[in-house]
């Protein structure tokens, strides 16, 4: 059964606190992406990832990092320099890359403190 | 700024009636998607149009595409309670950048 998991639905962390969301995916897609929505916003980008051991900042990258040391995962760390990191963090990933369709996971709930 | 605007933010209406969602770039899109959220979910992949006034339907969606293929639209007709849901375009320009629009919350009363 194909798809993309997140991990864990909800999550919540003391203010000042690095936390680390992750991200699965065995579509066999090339391409990851992370996006943060907030109340009455669209999705926002946060990074994306169109190969292996590279990634590129999106729109709103500051406080945030990822690696992608494999195909398959796409991490996404929240530091304790984002301002404002309570919010829903959406990964996706896409046969190609930006402008293709995207599969999305479920979700993280991040709730900090 | 907002790339990509999407009007109206909110949209409630009785079951039966008409719907129309617009999003409006200020460059030139290479395509536009749509995708859907239901509450508590996540977006899911609706359509992509790529060509200048393409429409294209799917049962009670009709989808648009511009000339200028700065702006698009998405028309449900007749809707139904399982339309509920916030509706999200997202677009490509020209400059490789890709953003989605801030979407349009679909409330329908049976």
């Known amino acids: 059964d194909g798809g993309i998991t997140q991990s864990p639905k909800y999550l919540f962390r003391k203010e000042g606190q690095n936390v680390t969301l992750s991200c699965e995916q065995n579509?066999?897609?090339?391409?990851m992406y992370w996006y943060r929505q907030d109340p009455g916003q669209g999705l926002r980008l946060i990074y994306y990832?169109?190969?292996?051991?590279?990634?590129q900042k999106g729109d709103i990258a500051e406080g945030y990092s990822v690696s992608r040391e494999k195909k398959e995962s796409f991490p996404l760390t929240v530091t304790s320099a984002q301002k404002n990191p309570t919010a829903f963090y959406l990964c996706?990933?896409?046969?190609?890359?930006?402008?293709?369709?995207?599969?999305f996971g479920p979700g993280t709930r991040l709730t900090v403190l | 700024g907002q790339q990509v605007m999407q009007i109206p933010q909110y949209q409630h209406v009785q079951e039966g009636e008409d719907f129309t969602t617009y999003c409006n770039s200020s460059?030139?899109?290479?395509?536009i998607q749509w995708y859907k959220q239901r509450p508590g979910g996540h977006p899911v992949f609706l359509i992509q149009?790529?060509?200048?006034?393409e429409v294209k339907k799917q049962k009670r969606l009709t989808f648009q595409f511009g000339e200028a293929k700065k702006n698009s639209s998405l028309h449900i007709t007749a809707t139904q309670t399982t339309d509920v849901g916030t509706y999200f375009c997202?677009?490509?320009?020209?400059?490789?950048?890709?953003?989605f629009g801030s979407g349009t919350k679909l409330n329908v009363k049976p």
């Open positions: 579509l066999n897609h090339d391409a």
């Open positions: 996706a990933s896409s046969r190609g890359g930006l402008g293709n369709e995207q599969f």
């Open positions: 149009l790529v060509k200048s006034g």
């Open positions: 990832s169109q190969i292996v051991n590279d990634f």
């Open positions: 997202a677009g490509r320009n020209n400059f490789n950048k890709f953003y």
């Open positions: 460059t030139t899109l290479s395509n």
